[in-house]
Nanobody
Framework: QVQLVESGGGSVQAGGSLRLSCAASGRTFSSYGMGWFRQAPGKEREYVASISRSGATTLYTDSVKGRFTITRDNAKNTVYLQMNSLKPEDTAVYYC?????????????????WGQGTQVTVSS
């Protein structure tokens, strides 16, 4: 199975930036759709962004458009989430997810494997 490890989380003030990384163990990483989700305490897990297998297509939830950028480096088996202009409401545990068939849907159910999560805290 595919193992995913997130890193790069931390605490920042509102308006700051953070870059999350997700390293995958799969040998066919370039065939996977990848997504980022987040979950705040007491709330449902929420879709954030996703990217097609080649990186040619990206999708974002409305609340992060213009602030977050998802990219991937298939040579490094890594997906990134660059987060700029952070807001307190972005505070959550962020998870990366992998869809073996190449899907990059907003629906959590299409993803086969999930990372352990990394905490992002944004103070006002």
């Amino acid at each position: 199975q595919v193992q995913l490890v997130e890193s790069g989380g931390g605490s920042v003030q509102a308006g700051g930036s953070l870059r999350l990384s997700c390293a995958a163990s799969g040998r066919t990483f370039s065939s996977y759709g990848m997504g980022w989700f987040r979950q705040a305490p007491g709330k449902e897990r929420e879709y954030v962004a996703s990217i097609s297998r080649s990186g040619a297509t990206t999708l974002y939830t409305d609340s992060v458009k213009g602030r977050f950028t998802i990219t991937r480096d298939n040579a490094k088996n890594t997906v990134y989430l660059q987060m700029n202009s952070l807001k307190p409401e972005d505070t959550a545990v962020y998870y990366c997810a992998c869809a073996l068939g190449g899907s990059y849907s907003v629906l959590a159910g299409v993803y086969d494997y999930w990372g352990q999560g990394t905490q992002v805290t944004v103070s006002s």
